[in-house]
């Protein structure tokens, strides 16, 4: 029996490849590779396509014992969101609702689906709880709470289960440095701050200082990515053991500051780092932490790396040995 991963050439989705292989799971791979990198899932059965082509998905759910899906392909970028929201609705709504009439097609009973925290919108308070309102404050949010309840719909009508992961801000790269993160152009602001401790950005742009905070700039939950793919698996097998869906949030449960990331990054890579202030980014809510204590309970989720400081040191690793991603240089599953 084979995972397929969907979007598991992307940062997250090749983490959790990694975390599954490791696990002695098969996986297999779908990527269209409009932003991830085939270097990232070396040696896993793949293939190039998008989530609407029927073709290439029939292919897949004939040859290979495909028994459950984990759904990363999405795009998953809150400011470009706003500017484009059709882009976000074609890509993620149409692009899962084709995934899932295969699922169903081919009586596929388990997905496990890449949602976010941007379900929430600005939340009436924190910790956020799964129950809290979803009230998204920009397109991005919006498609992927669309996506949680197309499936809770599908459960209903075809007894798809579906778990739904709600991460909070993914950040990190594999300890042992094999993979990390690469987007071209970068967004996010861990590797953000990163470059520019690399020399190859002159400066940090900190969007909004004027947020009801305690210095002005956003909170946000920062969790490692290989603590999130240790999450899909186990949501997966508990899935599997109760036959029920369900929704998780994944978080830390601790806030830092756009400024304490900065500062974090400043203690791990001992450079200095020039920031300037700019405007709001749209779309983006002030304060966003979790609580997961749902997942520690019903899934048995543990954070192996909880602390921002060895977040970031992981990043750092990867960035100082991988300045140009995956361009360069060979990047190999392989110990
Ligand atoms: N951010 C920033 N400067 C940047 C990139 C991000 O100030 O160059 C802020 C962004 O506004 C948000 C936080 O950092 O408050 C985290 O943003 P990111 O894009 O990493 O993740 P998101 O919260 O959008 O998932």
């Given amino acids: 029996m084979a995972i397929l991963v969907t979007g598991g ?5 090749s983490h959790t490849v990694m975390y599954l292989k490791e696990q002695g799971e098969e996986v297999v791979v779908l990527d269209n590779l409009s932003k991830g990198h085939e270097r990232a899932v070396d040696g896993v059965p793949f293939y190039q396509a998008d989530l609407t082509d029927g073709k290439v998905l029939d292919h897949i759910f004939t040859d290979r014992d495909i028994d459950s899906v984990i759904h990363f392909a999405a795009s998953s970028l809150v400011g470009e969101s706003v500017t484009n929201p059709l ?5 993620n709504v149409t692009g899962s609702h084709a995934l899932v009439s295969k699922l169903v097609e081919y009586e596929v009973k388990y997905i496990v689906f890449s949602s976010t925290a941007a379900t929430y919108g600005n939340p009436e308070r924190t ?7 979803t009230i998204p404050t920009n397109p991005y949010g919006e498609t992927k709470l669309a996506i949680e309840k197309m ?3 599908c459960d209903e009508a075809y007894g798809l289960k579906s778990t739904s992961l709600r991460y909070f801000n993914a950040a990190g790269a594999d300890p042992e440095g094999r993979i990390g993160e690469d987007h071209d152009p970068e967004s996010h602001l861990i590797p953000i701050v990163l470059q520019a401790a690399l020399g190859q950005r002159e400066k940090v742009s900190i969007f909004g200082n004027d947020y009801p905070t305690k210095d002005g700039t956003c909170v946000r939950d920062y969790i490692h990515v290989l603590d999130l793919a240790q999450a899909h698996y186990l949501a997966l097998k508990r899935m599997k053991e109760s036959n029920e869906s369900n ?5 830390n449960g601790k806030g830092f500051t756009v400024k304490e990331v900065i500062d974090t990054c400043r203690i791990v890579t001992e450079k200095e780092i020039v920031v300037e202030d700019a405007s709001r980014r749209a779309g983006d809510p002030a304060v966003l932490i ?3 204590q749902k997942a520690i309970k019903e899934l ?11 977040i970031v040191e992981h990043a750092w690793n990867w960035h100082q040995n991988h300045p140009q991603g995956y361009k360069a240089g060979t990047v ?3 110990r």
Avoid: C, H, T
């Fill in 151 to 153: 499936l809770r719909w």
């Fill in 87 to 91: 882009e976000y609705y074609r890509n």
């Fill in 290 to 292: 979790a609580s997961s």
């Fill in 332 to 334: 190999s599953l392989e």
């Fill in 247 to 251: 929704i998780f949030n994944l978080g």
């Fill in 9 to 13: 050439a992307g940062y997250i989705g």
């Fill in 300 to 310: 048995g989720w543990k954070p192996v790396y909880p602390e921002l400081q060895q």
């Fill in 127 to 133: 910790p956020i709880v799964e129950s809290d309102p």
